[in-house]
């Protein structure tokens, strides 16, 4: 107090009681401001609390009578202790209620930025409940920018944008060490008419959230600054929540648009196809100026750009071809730089002003395998962002995995042409030797070269048996070739059922070599002409009647002939040693028989029914199966009337 000889500033500086005599004039200063006449003695006592503070002072004063002045202290002490406990629980109260409401305001921030609402949207609500609840002229939000180094505006409420520009010793100061934010300016600026409270959560930084008010001159307390920071670390949160939603949207969206990748890739039928793809892909998905793609050559030990792509189509193009050495690329750890001549001609070539450019390059590799580099260019604004490279990082290994399958299958194709030709030449050469030897075995059998004996016969006999079935095994793997080829055409023509099944007979009847089984040929009357390739028709019924007799030692082979639904429809029946029904789904599938045994009891390698499938995919036909062990199977065919070509 400004007077120390007061008994009111005695007593509360003490904490004890004051009893003073005062002066003869009557007139009694008890207080700075609070005169009292006739007063001559003044008793000041303490209203102490219960932590031993002084929360006031009780002040008496009498006319200096005769009076038992300890009664007059023991009354006024008394007085004095509930007056400090009335202040007390008036004072709790008040701050329970001042709780209450602080704690009611902070749950309507979090009820109103906890929607889920778009970023501009929160920050937006979190000025205005800033403003609102804590009674401030303007509240705004900084915004932390990393790449920049700096706070940003973002959004504000009752301030002009010109306004912020006053911050600018805040936003430089704080950028100095983003991760105290704000502590330092705090304790400097805090007690004035600007407050400031950080925006974080989890040991992130957000930004600051500001409040200032410029009407009224008096400063913000410690609740007001406390209650401001309430209000931050649900924004922070909020913004945290945020975050998290916006990255699980993202990985969400980066997951599907790699399946779609994976799923392009994987059709791409060569390597300009796939690297076409994926140039197309990075163009799209980093709005990026230019992408290109250097694949790596061992033999030449060189990088040569094979695929470009970007705004600027035509300067781009003359980029493919060139070659580059293994020096242009530097590796370090998981990324790769562009050598600085290299990176100033793609520059040029993009079209950027001053040959400024942001780019970023990606190995394509698989596993320690160098295949390539993924380059994409922007030719303005930032740098790629973690989001860009993380994505191009991803294209390229869908990338690599896609390159190594489709070199794997053009090194198979490869194989397989060496393969066929080489198959087919050697069918060739095989049939044409033994055409003669069934050529000379006819004649000897007829008798050309004079009379045989019964066992001389029956030695040719199986000679001639043998020979037809190396004879159609070696069709049977020519026809194979041709299919695998793609060297089938279709041929369409009109066909005569009755003549086909005249054909089969003659075929069927010459390779019968028993008498134990019977064929049946079944014809309904009043057949359509088809519309078909005769050639493979009368090799898919063929095979079948061949399958048939070979497992099918006695008994019948039936083959029938009927029209139904638009369709022809051809079965072909036998009473042999049937199908069991777990085998059923693989006995079309190249080189397969049910059992091995089988297999070399009846001979074959398996190609019969699987050709039959091949050739019923060319006429648009199906094929179905019934069989039961020990009963016999079924198979029906069903080829259109009118094929088209």
Not at 115 to 141: F, K, M, Q, S
Not at 205 to 230: C, K, M, N, T, W
Request: net charge negative.
């Amino acid at each position: 107090l400004a007077e120390p000889t007061h008994a009111t500033t005695l007593a509360a500086r003490d904490g004890e009681p004051v009893l003073r005599e005062v002066g003869d004039d009557g007139e009694c200063v008890i207080h700075p401001g609070v005169v009292v006449s006739g007063v001559r003695r003044v008793l000041a006592q303490p209203l102490m609390g219960r932590d031993g503070r002084v929360l006031g002072v009780l002040a008496s004063g009498d006319g200096g009578g005769p009076r038992d002045v300890a009664t007059w202290r023991l009354r006024t002490e008394l007085i004095a202790a509930q007056a400090a406990a009335a202040i007390e629980r008036a004072t709790l109260v008040e701050r329970q209620q001042e709780e209450a409401e602080r704690v009611r305001a902070l749950l309507r921030v979090s009820q109103e930025i906890a929607h889920g609402a778009p970023h501009d949207e929160l920050v937006v609500a979190i000025c205005r409940l800033t403003r609102e609840l804590l009674g401030v002229d303007r509240a705004t939000v900084l915004r932390w920018d990393g790449q920049a180094g700096q706070f940003a505006t973002t959004a504000h409420d009752g301030m002009a944008p010109a306004e912020v520009e006053e911050w600018r010793g805040l936003r430089f100061a704080i950028a100095q060490d983003p991760d105290q934010v704000p502590s330092p300016y705090r304790e400097a600026k805090q007690e004035g008419r600007l407050i400031v409270a950080p925006l974080n959560h989890a040991g992130r930084v957000y930004g600051l959230l500001v409040a200032r008010r410029s009407e009224r001159p008096d400063r913000f307390d410690g609740r007001q600054i406390a209650f401001l920071e309430g209000i931050a670390r649900q924004g922070g949160l909020a913004l945290d929540n945020l975050r998290l939603h916006d990255e699980e949207r993202n990985a969400a969206a980066l997951a599907m648009t790699l399946l779609e990748v994976a799923r392009e890739f994987n059709l791409a039928p060569d390597e300009n196809q796939l690297l076409a793809l994926l140039t197309g892909r990075a163009l799209e998905a980093t709005g990026a100026d230019a992408v290109v793609v250097a694949l790596w050559r061992a033999r030449e030990a060189v990088y040569r750009i094979e695929a470009a792509q970007g705004r600027n189509a035509a300067r781009l193009d003359v980029l493919v071809g060139l070659e580059l050495a293994p020096e242009a690329y530097q590796t370090d750890g998981s990324t790769v730089r562009l050598e600085p001549v290299w990176a100033e001609r793609l520059a040029r070539t993009v079209g950027a002003e001053g040959g400024a450019v942001a780019e970023l390059c990606v190995p394509i590799e698989r596993g320690r395998e160098r295949a390539g580099v993924l380059m994409l260019v922007w030719t303005a604004g930032p740098a790629a962002s973690p989001h860009h490279t993380a994505l191009a990082r991803s294209l390229a290994d869908q990338a690599a995995i896609a390159l190594q399958n489709v070199r794997l299958v053009a090194d198979t194709r490869a194989a397989s042409r060496v393969k066929s030709e080489f198959v087919a030449t050697m069918s060739h050469e095989l049939r044409t030797p033994l055409n003669v030897i069934m050529g000379y075995t006819d004649l000897l059998l007829e008798g050309a070269f004079g009379g045989l004996v019964e066992e001389q016969r029956g030695v040719l006999g199986r000679m001639q048996r043998s020979t037809r079935e190396l004879l159609d095994l070696i069709n049977a793997t020519l026809d194979l070739n041709r299919l695998e080829a793609g060297k089938s055409r279709v041929t369409v023509e009109q066909v005569s059922v009755s003549e086909l099944f005249s054909q089969l007979q003659v075929e069927t009847a010459a390779g019968l070599d028993h008498d134990h089984l019977e064929i049946r040929w079944q014809l309904a009357t009043d057949l359509p002409v088809l519309e078909t390739d005769r050639s493979k028709l009368r090799m898919v019924l063929k095979n079948l009647i061949g399958n048939a007799i070979k497992f099918t030692q006695r008994g019948a082979v039936t083959v029938a002939a009927d029209q139904t639904e638009g369709a022809m429809l051809f079965t072909v029946a036998d009473t042999g040693i049937g199908i069991r029904h777990e085998d059923l789904p693989v006995i079309f599938d190249m080189f397969r028989q049910v059992e091995a045994a089988n297999t070399r009891r009846h001979g074959g390698v398996g190609l019969g029914l699987y050709i039959v499938k091949r050739l019923l995919t060319e006429l648009r036909g199906e094929i179905n199966v019934e069989s039961e062990v020990g009963a016999g199977s079924r198979f029906k065919v069903r080829v259109p009337l009118r094929l088209r070509a």
